[in-house]
């Protein structure tokens, strides 16, 4: 099992480009989550999913665009980059059948910068 | 709406218990998550609370009090390796426990020799 994958580790962009952060998991979890981490603010939640094909948005989706064709991918695309999205991106993913912890699988990051 | 407090900063020596205090205010709790998070790693799980009292899991400890909103993680026996983030996070009002958890800020424990 790899668990959670992001790719890519790093990233640089330029103000206006847009990219895709790419996320899966291996786990067959129906949840999966896409959060931004900065500096001294913890982690927010950017959009979440709880099965394929439905999606809804968390505490600062503005930007940001997400799909879950599939159990296993959700792709969190940026659609013109601003410093604003400077920030590491995390993945999670979780399942109701994992038993009574509710445990989130997070993925080793994206860090990405925005110049 | 939501918030967390905890400590920005607690140091420690190793050898020594460290307790690290979370207060919540949240509309319909339904449990309480901790996390670990190592510099420039993922966060990873170490406890869920939904009842009150204290639940221990090795050198790790957990207590829940839902009726004063307030929640600690215990370490003892510290380790350098416990050197970390601690975020304290509960799940987001109106949806399942999974998935859409609001994180408090974190405390950085520093373990010194």
């Known amino acids: 099992n790899a668990g959670v994958t992001q790719t890519p580790k790093f990233q640089v962009l330029k103000t206006g480009q847009s990219m895709t952060l790419q996320c899966a998991q291996d786990m067959n979890h129906e949840y999966m989550s896409w959060y931004r981490q900065d500096p001294g603010m913890g982690l927010r939640l950017i959009h979440y999913?709880?099965?394929?094909?439905?999606?809804d948005q968390g505490e600062v989706p503005n930007g940001y665009n997400v799909s879950r064709s599939t159990t296993e991918d959700f792709p969190l695309r940026l659609l013109s980059a601003a410093p604003s999205q400077t920030s590491v991106y995390f993945c999670a993913s979780s399942s109701p059948r994992t038993g009574s912890s509710y445990e989130q699988y997070f993925g080793p990051g994206t860090r990405l910068t925005v110049t | 709406g939501q918030n967390i407090d905890q400590p920005t900063e607690m140091t420690a020596t190793e050898g020594a218990i460290v307790q690290i205090n979370c207060t919540y205010q949240?509309?319909?709790?339904?449990?309480l998550f901790w996390y670990q998070q190592h510099a420039g790693e993922a966060p990873t799980f170490l406890s869920y609370?939904?009842?009150?009292g204290l639940e221990e899991k090795g050198r790790f400890s957990s207590f829940l009090s839902r009726s004063k909103g307030y929640s600690y993680l215990l370490l003892k026996e510290l380790q350098m390796k416990d050197s970390a983030s601690y975020l304290c996070?509960?799940?987001?009002?109106?949806?399942?426990?999974?998935?859409?958890?609001?994180f408090g800020r974190g405390t950085q424990l520093t373990v010194w020799p």
């Open positions: 996070a509960v799940p987001q009002p109106g949806g399942s426990t999974l998935g859409r958890l609001y």
């Open positions: 999913s709880v099965g394929a094909g439905i999606t």
């Open positions: 949240t509309s319909g709790f339904n449990g």
């Open positions: 609370n939904v009842l009150d």
